[in-house]
């Protein structure tokens, strides 16, 4: 029974679409990438990876076979005649769109049913919740239950101060381009508009053309074991958050596999939720110029750096 149950809560499918912005890869991606190596996650993340014609290998890793499988799913949908009738069939506006099948997708609709009960006709897109008088009190409740939420209590955190953070960058964006500030308000895209500004028709259309050009491999292995097995191969790494599901001894070896597997000047990208991103070694450093470019990004949520092999 208890092997059962662990099996379905493993296979299920936790990310359905995207909670990172993958403006970030198509802005920091080197002309000079060859061979790519991206955490799959739901999948859409790899798209900007696709649309660049001079990648020869890309590598989609994943310790969850279920989400590798999704994101086969995804590149079919690669398939579509065109960009049009890709936007119908996954159809964003719509709840019942496959884009919010995952369980953190389906968490965002509960979440936005409670917060609409809590922020009552406040809770609408274009609105600065952090100057509602409910905010307060919404900051001590989810500042607490992050708290509870994140193991490593170790870095002293003024959650408070980080919520209020992240939504005044969330509002950088206006809520009609927004898609993370409508699935906060919605559980789901309320514009055509969001979507395309996350998945844009000319990303979709280069890499529908440049699909048949890139050898695609499927990694269903912890990603620090994959880049332990590579040396001088890789020319760029999309890391997504996994640093924050990373223990102490996982770093390390995060620490000695990503500088042996990238090529000279190979660069990675890393994201994190809460925790600031440090990395001690001396075969790594911050491209600062491009961690600048990142600033923007449209989640407003992640500390995101790039770095590159010294
Ligand atoms: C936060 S999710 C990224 C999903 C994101 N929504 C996206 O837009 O694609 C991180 C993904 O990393 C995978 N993952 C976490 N730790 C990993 C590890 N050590 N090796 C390989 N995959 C890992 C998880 O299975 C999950 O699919």
Redesign the pocket.
Known sequence: MATRLGKMKKNKL??S????D?NCEQSVLPSTARTVVC???????VLPMLSANHIKTLYI????QT?LDHVRSVLRLLKEPSYESFIRTVNPTSSQSLLYK?S?ERNYKMRSRLLRLFFGSQFQGGVDLTATKQWPLFVKIYAYLLKKSKSDHSENVNYPDYIKMTFQRLMKTAYSKNFFWQQIIKGRAETVEAFAALISERTWTDAKANLPNIEIRYVN??????LASKKNEIDFISY???L???GPV?KLAMIASVPRALTNQGQILF?SYINEIQLITDQLKENTEKTKLLENEMTGSYRIKLYEKI
């Open positions: 936790k990310y679409f995207l909670n990172e993958p955490i799959a996650g739901s999948g859409y993340r890793v994943d310790q969850s989400q995952g953190h292995e912890d990603i620090n074991e994959f997504s958050n996994v924050n599901y990373l996982q994201r």
